[in-house]
């Protein structure tokens, strides 16, 4: 039998029940006159407030609830800070932020995926001195949500996001090198954007913004190295985390003006775990209605899907054993009853994480970057599929390619059939990966991984080795820090000085 229309099966809920008690009856009545008509449009986002308290049933007027209304005053902050975007505060990526340089080209950056941008800018800041023949440059990657401040300097005394491991006699020797960091096309903090204008009608890009790869990053920096700063070839290409990518990226695409590479915390190709676990904080951060498609730069931010986004990442930046013993099972307050809000230190920590993040980086930033990461891969297919798009992009009729679900819904297969296909699709994904990384055989490679990194397991570390030595590489160092040095998980690279920094300072210095 079909389904009734919805009229007439509230019809159908609505009536009474037979053999129910008549006070029975009124209660029905009384959720029923409470559900919702449906919207024909979408709720304005401004100006909430916070529900009344319960009505009392008609048929005893002088009865009191059992129980008093709980609190939530993590839901009063957000409500408030929506409120307050009235007059304020403005998110802080959208300040007039000084201190870095800013690259512009105004030759069209053809992208890996079909789109373009016809001109862009990179922000970038530098530390110590280029020598005579241009031979001692570092280009330092990012990672997601990292500006180019890596490191304090006169224009910016602000601490940088890698201040210890940069600087005289550090990790990244200043006296001997020449080092450059760039906040990465699809960033906030300088480069092109979702929120910089668009030079085509004077908005704001939003998600009119071009898909952009880890490879679409690497060649606009390698842009900036040989037309603003004159450098034909670096002494190393460094990073961690989606800079580890980055660095691997630059040597593949660009192997004849690098010199070394360091990759920390990366991987080759991303997997699925750290798919899911990004897609899992775009899809809550789409949710917030205040996100509006992208376009929300003159409105409220959408600040409680950035919270919450943030949130769902720190749980994968440090590890399990490391928060057993900095919180344990304490809550904040023992003294007050247990509450739906925040309530154990662990999620104190979140909360504090959360806020302090939702409005330091663009919304729209965090979307594209973190597809970035997703979309990388380092095999020959991948490499070649995106050489042959960009060189039948038409930049007269280049447009921002659109998207649709899949066709099909996801379907569960039989464990042989997933078993079969899974040895198939691994042998030939190792081999075109093999052959996609063979760029990098000739060039010595630094790789460190965590024992405790959950987002990059160190499985991924010896992954990228164990590539580089299949395809004839014998440059290849490999260190893991085991959960005995550290338990700091994939933040390991920004807290531990000694166990990264050392072994990152010898390679960047030996001979080779």
């Given at each position: 039998m079909g389904r009734l229309p919805i009229a007439a099966r509230a019809l159908r809920m609505a009536r009474p029940l037979r053999g129910v008690s008549s006070s029975a009856k009124v209660a029905q009545a009384v959720v029923m006159r409470a559900q919702?008509?449906?919207a024909t449009h979408a709720p304005s986002p401004v100006r909430q407030h916070a529900p009344p308290p319960p009505t009392p049933l008609a048929s005893s007027p002088s009865r009191t609830p059992s129980n008093a209304q709980m609190s939530f005053p993590c839901l009063d902050v957000?409500?408030?800070?929506t409120r307050s975007f009235d007059s304020g505060p403005e998110p802080t990526y959208s300040r007039n932020l000084t201190g870095f340089e800013v690259y512009h080209s105004s030759r069209p950056l053809l992208l890996d995926n079909g789109g373009i941008l016809r001109e862009f800018d990179i922000a970038y800041e530098t530390w110590g001195e280029l020598n005579e023949d241009n031979s001692n440059a570092i280009l330092l990657h990012t990672g997601l949500s990292a500006s180019s401040h890596a490191h304090s300097h006169p224009k910016n005394t602000a601490p940088g996001w890698w201040e210890k491991f940069i600087g005289p006699g550090c990790a990244i020797d200043t006296n001997r090198f020449f080092v450059i960091c760039t906040n990465v096309i699809g960033g906030c903090y300088g480069s092109s954007g979702p929120s910089s204008i668009d030079p085509a009608d004077g908005g704001r890009y939003a998600t009119r913004f071009p898909i952009v790869t880890v490879n679409d990053m690497t060649r606009a920096q390698h842009r900036l190295l040989v037309e603003q700063l004159g450098i034909t070839k670096l002494h190393a290409s460094v990073g961690a985390s989606m800079g580890g990518m980055q660095s691997l990226s630059f040597g593949t695409q660009f192997p004849d003006s690098v010199g070394r590479i360091v990759s920390i915390s990366g991987c080759a190709r991303s997997h699925p775990y750290s798919i899911a676990m990004r897609h899992t904080q775009r899809q809550v951060l789409m949710a917030d209605p205040n996100w509006r498609r992208g376009f929300y730069y003159e409105a409220v931010p959408p600040h409680a899907g950035m919270k919450l986004a943030r949130e769902i990442a720190?749980?994968?930046?440090?590890?399990?054993?490391?928060?057993e013993q900095r919180f344990g099972r304490r809550r904040a307050d023992p003294s007050k009853p247990p509450a739906l809000c925040?309530?154990?230190l662990i999620e104190t920590y979140l909360d504090h994480q959360g806020e302090k993040f939702c409005l330091e980086y663009d919304a729209n930033s965090l979307l594209y970057v973190s597809k970035a990461m997703d979309l990388f891969d380092l095999s020959l297919?991948?490499?070649?599929s995106a050489i042959a798009t960009r060189a039948a992009i038409n930049l007269a009729d280049a447009k921002t390619g659109s998207c649709a679900l899949p066709r099909d819904s996801y379907k569960e297969q039989t464990k042989e059939v997933v078993d079969a296909q899974n040895q198939?699709?691994?042998d030939e994904a190792r081999e075109d990966l093999v052959?996609?990384?063979l760029p990098l055989q000739d060039i010595p490679v630094f790789v460190l991984g965590v024992e405790s990194d959950i987002l990059f397991p160190s499985w991924q570390q010896k992954e990228i080795v164990d590539v580089l030595?299949?395809?004839?590489s014998t440059k290849v160092e490999h260190v893991e820090l085991g959960s005995d040095v550290s338990l700091y998980g994939h933040d390991t690279f920004l807290l531990s000085l000694k166990d990264v920094g050392e072994p990152v300072k010898a390679f960047l210095e030996k001979d080779i």
């Open positions: 919702p008509v449906a957000l409500e408030h800070r720190t749980i994968t930046y440090r590890s399990g054993p490391e928060w925040a309530d154990f297919s991948a490499r070649q198939v699709d691994f052959a996609g990384m030595r299949d395809g004839g």
